[in-house]
Nanobody, 124 residues
Framework: QVQLVESGGGLVQAGGSLRLSCAAS????????MGWFRQAPGKEREFVTA????????RYADSVKGRFTISRDNAKNAVYLYINSLKPEDTAVYYC?????????????????WGQGTQVTVSS
C-alpha cells in the first residue's frame, strides 16, 4: 500500500522557519522524483519544488527560490522541505507527491502518488 505522510506543518509568525517532512512507503521511493505542491484557500494547487531520484537535480517555483530548500534521504524513504523567511502568502496546505518521471517535473499530472497534506499557516 502506497503511503505518503506529511508532517511538520503548523502556525508560525512571518519571518519564521519550518521543516516539513514526508515519509514514504509502499513503492520504490529511491527511483522516484519527489515534489512538494501547495494549495491556498480558494486557489488551485501549485508547484513548489521537486527533486530527482538521486538528488542531483532540483527545481523551484520562482515564488520560493532562495527561501525554500528541498532534500531527500533515500535510506530513510523521506523527503524534506525547509522553509525560511515565511510570508503570509505561504499559507497553504502543503502536499508531498511522487513521480516516475526522471526529471524534476512541475506538472502535477505527472505525479503518481500524493499525500494528504499538512497545513502551514503564517501570521503577519
Amino acid at each position: 500500500q502506497v503511503q505518503l505522510v506529511e508532517s511538520g506543518g503548523g502556525l508560525v509568525q512571518a519571518g519564521g522557519s519550518l521543516r516539513l517532512s514526508c515519509a514514504a512507503s509502499g513503492f520504490g521511493f529511491s527511483m522516484y522524483t519527489m515534489g512538494w505542491f501547495r494549495q491556498a484557500p480558494g486557489k488551485e494547487r501549485e508547484f513548489v519544488t521537486a527533486i530527482t531520484w538521486s538528488g542531483a537535480s532540483t527545481r523551484y517555483a520562482d515564488s520560493v527560490k532562495g527561501r525554500f530548500t528541498i532534500s531527500r534521504d533515500n535510506a530513510k524513504n523521506a523527503v524534506y522541505l525547509y522553509i525560511n523567511s515565511l510570508k503570509p502568502e505561504d499559507t497553504a496546505v502543503y502536499y508531498c507527491a511522487a513521480s516516475r518521471e526522471v526529471i524534476a517535473t512541475m506538472n502535477p499530472r505527472m505525479y503518481n502518488y500524493w499525500g494528504q497534506g499538512t497545513q502551514v499557516t503564517v501570521s503577519s
